[in-house]
């Protein structure tokens, strides 16, 4: 369904000079997947994900969509229109979408209250709920979600997380989604990508084979400290040696 094989990308820096921000990286996600891309802050994630959303085409190697899918992206800041209310933000994007799938992208994103209010009313979380709403209003075969749960207190962020949960197990749609925090990664995803210091490359990509919603907190410690094992120290320390039933590391 996205298959992504890049050779290498460059930026240029201020006082013009060249840099690499991503080096080779392969990997592919089947329908349905979620992925999650797992990397420290400034490694290259948000490059790869406009690479992947098609935003930029400056790069060697070549992201594999089917012919005609629809993307939705939500990006870190939620980039609504200011001066339009959240039902029309999402109505501008979403144009077809029926009563029905609008009203439950609201109850399910906690927005019912919110549908008449402006941008400029809303916190962070819910400024994110709208974008995400947005995204899944047109139906995306692919959903790229850009630290979707970054800036939010944890009580929001889990909100937030078991939210997307309903929203990616509703209706069959490839997710990718990029964050810095291994724990979030091992309670949304199918799929971890875990990316070294930039330039990035990956250190390793695990399955993940116990169904999101069947893992418990311990399902959850262990693929959190297996992934911080494999990442050599990011996130939590690194206390599961023993090979897991829940990961199968590929590399
Ligand atoms: N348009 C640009 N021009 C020059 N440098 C850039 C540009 N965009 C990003 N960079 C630099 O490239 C590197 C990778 O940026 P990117 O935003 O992709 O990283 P990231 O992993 O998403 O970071 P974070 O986790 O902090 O959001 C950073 O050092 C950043 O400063």
Redesign the pocket.
């Known amino acids: 369904m996205l298959e992504v094989a890049i050779a290498g990308k460059q930026?240029?820096?201020a006082a013009g000079e060249r840099f690499d921000?991503l080096g080779a990286l392969t990997f592919r996600l089947s329908a349905g997947e979620v992925g999650a891309v797992v990397?420290p802050?400034?490694?290259?994630?948000?490059?790869l994900l406009r690479i992947i959303a098609g935003l930029d085409r400056d790069v060697q190697g070549r992201v594999a969509l089917p012919p005609a899918a629809r993307i939705g992206m939500v990006f870190q800041e939620p980039r609504l229109l200011p001066w339009r209310s959240v039902e029309d933000n999402i109505r501008l994007l979403a144009p077809d979408a029926d009563e029905a799938t609008l009203a439950k992208l609201f109850v399910t994103l906690e927005l019912s209250a919110h549908r008449h209010h402006f941008p400029g009313e809303l916190s962070l979380g819910l400024a994110r709920r709208v974008a995400l709403a947005r995204a899944f209003a047109i139906k995306p075969d692919v959903l790229i979600l850009d630290?979707p749960l970054v800036s939010l207190d944890a009580a929001l962020a889990a909100r937030l997380r078991d939210e997307i949960a309903t929203l990616v197990d509703s209706r069959p749609v490839t997710t990718l989604l990029?964050t810095?925090s291994i724990d979030d990664a091992a309670k949304l995803a199918d799929r971890i990508v875990l990316l070294s210091e930039?330039p990035a490359r990956i250190l390793a990509e695990v399955p993940i084979s116990v169904p999101r919603a069947a893992r418990s907190a311990t399902d959850i410690a262990a693929i959190s400290a297996e992934i911080a094992r494999l990442g050599g120290g990011i996130g939590p320390p690194a206390d599961f040696a023993a090979p897991s039933r829940l990961t199968a590391p590929r590399r």
Do not use: D, I, M, W
């Open positions: 930026l240029t820096n921000v990397g802050s400034g490694c290259g994630k948000t490059t630290e990029v810095h930039r």
